[in-house]
């Protein structure tokens, strides 16, 4: 009877137990994970459940054979769903592509659907002018970049050719891009031989760089537009041309005196991200050579240390079929500095301003700040001589502006900051008297548009000044606040939605919404108050 009793007990509680073990804990979701693209399942995904932001920490399920998944455990509220596998991402800039959903204390919700976009691939060949596939050739994926209106080239994704010239460069995003080859015949000679082909030769040859479909100017260079799962495929043939080089020396600028043994590295372009080339120093050290190269645009680029001070240089020269010969890089020292910054009609009060100094040019994006020491609000430093700097004095209180600009006693545009000598003084004023302006975002109806973007862009008559537009955004009532704008004459721009970095970075895009525009004319101390209606971009 004891024994009966005991079996009939521990089959309550087995079944108990799988009752509670079939019941989810806290809420759950369930749902499919497919292609965005076609609608097809995506089998073995990883999902992750988000509560809040996206920088909130993740609860991660994983998308079975059939791309259906469960993820219980969960606490009451808002979560944001999303996927990720290999091959695929989440454009979160698309509506759809993240789910959504409010979860109740115990709840379930089915159905849902999380879409993923798949990312493209390009394939292809490089042959050589006998159609014989070269080996060890660089295909490299460019992106063109936009930095407050300057455009530049990045690296997005890279290939090498085997030995039967093929190569492919996977996990393209959407978009469009420059498509790169290019073949070092100078590295594979010494790979091959230990040496170099005789100077002027007939075996002294180079492939040039070429950008699809084949070209050697980046200018004539056509773009590559990948879209969704697209799978394109580019070839390239490369031709044989005599090589020149570059021959010169470095000095020191504040001497003129010769350098032993720098450091020279020329890169195809303006910049100093597309193909490096390391210059060759002769025995005595006095002289540098940069071989292999075609002719074309180069930046060349030297640093070096003398009596413990370092130098450096960057210069871009244009290389014509006879090389150039007797080239003179001249390095100079970052130049110390001192500053003062001063009030104009007012006190500092528990304001300590900063100065942040921003290159501009080819060095561009190379940001740096210093402090200032009360009670006379003074500052040092180090700029780079010849270059040019963006200056400003962030976080102002209330309406404060940054009015003047001096250098060693010559009133300057704060964007064009240069010094030419050493222990330079770089005077700054701030006024109170900015202008203020406030404005509502609203729509046809009169009614209030939340969260638009507004930019304050100085007037123009031509190039827009990316480093002068004031961005804001309009709050829940549409309510929006510019403060502390120097006197003159601005447009005012307002948007439903737009992405801020890029009509930032590529600012002439602005002009495009010119006839929407509204033009305000500030004083000193002028108080404006403005109405906007937000447009929808076209981008």
Not at 109 to 132: F, H, Q, Y
């Amino acid at each position: 009877m004891w024994l009966r009793l005991l079996v009939l007990v521990f089959a309550s509680a087995l079944a108990l137990g799988q009752s509670s073990a079939s019941k989810p804990v806290g809420g759950q979701v369930e749902g499919t994970v497919v292609s965005a693209i076609n609608g097809q399942l995506v089998p073995r995904a990883m999902v992750m459940v988000r509560k809040g932001s996206k920088d909130a920490p993740a609860t991660l399920g994983r998308a079975d054979d059939n791309a259906h998944f469960v993820i219980d455990h969960l606490e009451p509220g808002s979560y944001v769903i999303s996927a990720a596998k290999q091959g695929y991402f989440t454009d979160e800039h698309k509506l759809g592509q993240q789910a959504t959903l409010d979860l109740t204390a115990g709840g379930q919700v089915k159905d849902i659907v999380v879409r993923l976009m798949p990312l493209g691939v390009i394939t292809g060949r490089v042959v050589d002018e006998a159609n014989d596939p070269i080996h060890g050739a660089e295909v490299r994926l460019l992106a063109v970049e936009y930095y407050r209106g300057r455009e530049s080239m990045h690296l997005v994704g890279a290939a090498t050719s085997d030995d039967r010239g093929e190569y492919r460069i996977f996990d393209v995003r959407p978009g469009s891009y420059f498509l790169l080859v290019e073949h070092n015949l100078n590295k594979e000679w010494r790979k091959a031989t230990g040496t170099l082909p005789p100077k002027g030769s007939w075996l002294d040859v180079i492939h040039p760089l070429i950008f699809y479909p084949a070209s050697t100017d980046v200018l004539q260079a056509q773009k590559m537009t990948v879209n969704a799962g697209d799978m394109l495929n580019a070839d390239f043939a490369l031709f044989p041309v005599q090589a020149v080089s570059i021959q010169g020396r470095v000095v020191n600028g504040m001497t003129n005196r010769p350098i032993s043994h720098p450091s020279v590295t020329a890169y195809w372009g303006e910049s100093t991200s597309m193909m490096a080339r390391i210059a060759e120093i002769s025995d005595d050290g006095r002289e540098f050579e940069v071989r292999g190269l075609g002719p074309g645009t180069y930046t060349l680029q030297t640093k070096f240390t003398d009596d413990n001070e370092s130098f450096s240089d960057e210069r871009v020269v244009e290389i014509g079929s006879q090389g150039m010969k007797n080239l003179v890089i001249a390095g100079l020292p970052d130049f110390e500095i001192t500053g003062h910054v001063r009030m104009e009609n007012a006190r500092y009060g528990a304001f300590t301003p900063s100065v942040e100094f921003a290159s501009v040019g080819p060095k561009i994006g190379s940001i740096f700040r210093v402090g200032t020491n009360r009670p006379d609000y003074r500052f040092a430093g180090k700029l780079h001589p010849g270059d040019h700097y963006k200056v400003n004095v962030p976080n102002l209180p209330q309406d404060f502006y940054l009015k003047s600009v001096r250098v060693a006693g010559r009133e300057v545009p704060n964007t064009e900051v240069s010094i030419g000598g050493r222990n330079s003084e770089i005077d700054l004023l701030l006024s109170p008297a900015g202008g203020h302006i406030e404005g509502t975002t609203l729509n046809d109806k009169h009614e209030p548009v939340s969260s638009s973007y507004v930019f304050l862009v100085p007037d123009f008559s031509d190039k827009i000044n990316a480093d002068l537009i004031r961005p804001t955004r309009s709050d829940l009532k549409g309510k929006f606040v510019i403060r502390g704008v120097p006197p003159g004459n601005y447009k005012l721009f307002a948007f439903e939605d737009v992405e801020l970095n890029e009509m930032l970075n590529q600012p002439e895009l602005l002009k495009n919404y010119d006839q929407s525009s509204q033009s305000v004319k500030v004083e000193e101390a002028g108080k404006y108050t403005v109405e906007l209606k937000p447009v929808a971009t076209t981008q």
